[in-house]
């Protein structure tokens, strides 16, 4: 967590110095548009160019306070948290609040320049608003339930987690999705409201997360569950750090007419990928080579 601990304060940095230019610019248009400077018999000759002025004032205006906001939040909180429990959920939660609040500023800039009266404007599209809030009601829902989970502790960017019949790494949590990437490299897009009303499996929550094969085996010839089962802990002796042999266990499924389903499952280390994709290949192996033989 030092890493990225230090990776927010040098972005933040970054936004600092930008913060600065963007205020030195913001007095400029100030002082051009308020003073008695040569500008301001053009801004009375040219009407629009007033109304751009002025609109540049409110976004840049609006865009200073909303980064003095953010700022002086992320630092309480950089300051409050222990280095092991900065979580990025936070940080994303806040630089998705700052672009909403950012894209409203645009609208009303947009507004301005075009010589509207957003107060105005915004009263006499009551009607057409109120619609518009109905048709869009299930993104409402959506970014509603991303900042919830941006907020929460309960889901975080890196953990490992089952929502319905996916399974995968938590990559991201934008504002309408939540995206994982399972095993096989596959981006899958959860949508926010369907995190949170359904059963969440988080395996990161623990030290460690079960890793399960299940296994259709021929009936045709004998079969010996306890060689089998000897012979993938052996498998896991090779991982004794990341792997906990003693919860290990082979169990029968499903019997059939002329096969049976086989789980064989254990307990590994939570956030060990590459040594879990590397245990996994073993296990699939040694699962071969065993039906290889009983032939």
């Keep these: 967590m030092n890493h990225l601990k230090s990776s927010i304060r040098l972005k933040e940095n970054v936004r600092r110095r930008n913060f600065a230019f963007k205020l030195v610019i913001l007095i400029l248009l100030e002082i051009f548009y308020a003073g008695d400077t ?58 998705r609040i700052a672009t909403l609040l950012n894209m409203f500023a645009i609208l009303i800039s947009l507004m301005l320049a075009f010589g509207i009266r ?30 919830i989970m941006m907020f929460s502790d309960q889901l975080e960017i890196g953990d490992k987690v089952q929502i319905g019949r996916h399974t995968g790494f938590i990559r991201d949590i934008t504002l309408i999705n939540l995206v994982l990437k399972n095993d096989s490299g596959e981006i899958i897009l959860i949508p926010n409201t369907m995190a949170l009303s359904t059963d969440v499996v988080n395996f990161s929550k623990n ?18 569950l306890n060689d089998l089962e000897e012979k993938l802990e052996l498998v896991l002796e090779k991982y004794p750090e990341f792997v906990f042999k003693e919860g290990a266990q082979l169990n029968i499924l499903e019997r059939k007419a002329e096969t049976i389903l086989i789980r064989f499952q254990f307990p590994i280390k939570t956030g060990e990928k590459p040594t879990e994709i590397q245990v996994k290949k073993a296990i699939n192996q040694a699962l071969i080579d065993w039906r290889h033989e009983q032939r």
Excluded: M, W
């Excluded at 109304?51 to 865009?63: G, Q």
């Excluded at 030290?207 to 010996?224: A, G, L, P, R």
């Design 207 to 224: 030290n460690t997360h079960q890793v399960i094969f299940d296994s259709e085996v021929s009936t045709k010839n004998e079969i010996y």
């Design 38 to 95: 040569f500008l301001r018999p053009i801004l009375e000759k040219y009407e629009i160019l007033n109304h751009i002025i002025r609109a540049l004032i409110f976004l840049l205006s609006a865009n200073l306070i909303i980064s003095l906001g953010r700022i002086i939040t992320l630092r309480i909180y950089l300051q409050q948290r222990e280095e092991t429990k900065v979580q990025p959920n936070f940080v994303v939660g806040i630089d």
């Design 118 to 147: 957003p107060l105005e404007f915004l009263t006499s599209i009551t009607i057409v608003a109120a619609a518009i809030a109905l048709l869009t009601k299930d993104y409402i829902t959506n970014i509603v339930n991303g900042l």
